[in-house]
């Protein structure tokens, strides 16, 4: 451990890394990966030694020769690599740590209390986590941190995981063996009153996952999942450089604002899981549902990743073996009234993430719309992508409609007409009630995209955002939406 140690060479063969691509990495593959996290520790940790005084430091050494094992599982921890990443590059800035100089000491001491554990077991499988909910450094992982768990709160997680562990050996043995293997501490995180349950990882704490309490086992288990798919990737970027542009923005199936490239691929690789997750239960109308919508997203982010041209060679072999798994799926069946609503839930997220996110000038709306008002052909405009204002999860209510909808729910409170129609499949009754939505208010945008959804075509489905914009501009609720949309496509 100390300053002149020897690391090892990290290699994963090119079978390996395609396995790992296609969500189906071996033991030994996950061990390379974790035996890279904890290399990269070290470094850190010899590079803060050079720059400072590290409290704790010499005791962990003193103690590695005694208990080499039981160290280098102390330094590989998580939270770890957050406090030396933090540590070292404020000092590289001119900066003085914000992360104390003493969490090695701390971790080292006897008398710090012995973090909390989860622990399952079923038909011989078994996972134990950490339940980080002291750790100073626990916010590390980009969400607020809960307080402390009371009894109870750590009863129901324990629970939770007991159910979720269950169902995850039962329906997907081999994913919850990586699981067990990868994932190492739970960081229970506030919830966020606009999302159904949110979670983060970082590059920097492998094997960590930040989330609130979620609402049941199941999606316990699939954010797990998720999480853990994004530990892996950030393991494979270390060794590997998958883009050569990470940061050009696009498209992502799974957020609201434009995403990186780097960030796409996280999702497609996370939702790779998932997708396998719901595949297993699709005899149930909404897991059905959630499998035939990300399949075909996980397809889409793939396919655009691989034409974007943002891509090294190692990521394109990556995206390209991930995509053969997902690929693989298609043949597999769902009924054909959810397969619609899958269908449309992705179009109505690209349609809403356009009028989002597209931004027509308004010196080009009011060319349109003088156009439109003499009668003129249109002239053709640009809607160029404008970067994202914030961080935002998908929030659409005609989701939610679906969703209560395949779980044989009432629908909820406040559900619009023309959403009912188009859940129930009327598109003609949906149609009229956009139309007139969009009459009363052109700011809506879910009327908008409800419009394209429901069968008007041209460039209400390729540029929702230019027709919207110049209906706003003409400020006249008489135009017809409709006849406005062929105006712009022909």
């Given at each position: 451990m100390g300053p002149t140690a020897t690391l090892p060479v990290h290699r994963l063969s090119d079978p390996a890394f395609a396995a790992l691509a296609a969500g189906r990495p071996d033991a030994a593959t996950l061990d390379e990966l974790r035996r890279s996290q904890l290399s990269k520790h070290l470094l850190l940790l010899r590079e803060l030694v050079a720059a400072v005084p590290v409290p704790g430091y010499a005791e962990l050494v003193a103690a590695e020769r005694e208990d080499p094992a039981g160290v280098r599982a102390l330094l590989a921890r998580p939270l770890v690599g957050v406090w030396a990443t933090r540590c070292l590059s404020a000092l590289r800035a001119g900066r003085p740590p914000q992360a104390p100089l003493d969490y090695l000491a701390t971790l080292a001491a006897v008398t710090r209390p012995a973090a909390r554990q989860l622990t399952a077991t079923h038909d011989g499988r078994s996972i134990t986590v950490r339940i980080e909910d002291s750790d100073p450094l626990r916010a590390g992982l980009g969400l607020p941190p809960a307080p402390t768990l009371t009894t109870a709160e750590l009863d129901r997680w324990q629970q939770l995981l007991t159910d979720a562990w269950r169902r995850l050996v039962e329906q997907l043995r081999p994913d919850a063996e990586v699981l067990a293997t990868v994932l190492d501490c739970i960081v229970p995180v506030v919830p966020d009153p606009a999302a159904r349950g949110i979670s983060a990882t970082s590059v920097d704490a492998f094997g960590a996952v930040a989330m609130s309490e979620p609402a049941d086992a199941t999606a316990l288990a699939v954010g797990l999942l998720h999480e853990t798919q994004h530990s892996l990737l950030n393991a494979v970027q270390y060794l590997f450089d998958l883009h050569h542009q990470p940061d050009a923005l696009g498209y992502s199936p799974w957020r609201d604002d434009p995403r990186p490239a780097a960030g796409i691929l996280h999702g497609a690789y996370a939702y790779l899981t998932v997708t396998r997750f719901w595949r297993t239960r699709r005899a149930d109308p909404l897991a059905a549902f959630e499998f035939a919508r990300w399949r075909a997203a996980v397809l889409s982010a793939a396919d655009g990743l691989l034409a974007g041209g943002t891509l090294t060679a190692a990521g394109t072999r990556f995206v390209t073996a991930l995509r053969a798994e997902v690929r693989s799926w298609l043949a597999d069946e769902v009924p054909a009234a959810v397969a619609r609503l899958a269908t449309a839930a992705n179009s109505d997220h690209y349609l809403r993430w356009r009028l989002r996110n597209r931004h027509v000038q308004p010196r080009d709306a009011r060319l349109l719309a003088d156009a439109w008002t003499q009668g003129r052909p249109a002239p053709r405009v640009e809607s160029p992508l404008r970067p994202a204002p914030r961080r935002a999860l998908e929030a659409s209510g005609r989701l939610d409609l679906i969703h209560a909808t395949l779980r044989g729910e009432p629908a909820p409170a406040g559900a619009a007409d023309?959403?009912?129609?188009?859940?129930?499949?009327?598109?003609?009754?949906?149609?009229?009630?956009?139309?007139?939505?969009?009459?009363?208010?052109?700011?809506?945008?879910?009327?908008?995209?409800?419009?394209?959804?429901?069968?008007?075509?041209?460039?209400?489905?390729?540029?929702?955002?230019?027709?919207?914009?110049?209906?706003?501009?003409?400020?006249?609720?008489?135009?017809?939406?409709?006849?406005?949309?062929?105006?712009?496509?022909?």
């Open positions: 023309g959403d009912l129609a188009y859940v129930r499949g009327d598109a003609a009754a949906a149609l009229r009630a956009y139309r007139k939505r969009v009459g009363t208010d052109p700011g809506d945008d879910a009327a908008w995209t409800g419009l394209a959804l429901s069968g008007a075509g041209g460039a209400l489905r390729d540029t929702p955002e230019v027709v919207a914009a110049v209906h706003r501009t003409l400020g006249d609720p008489a135009v017809d939406p409709l006849a406005l949309a062929d105006w712009l496509s022909s």
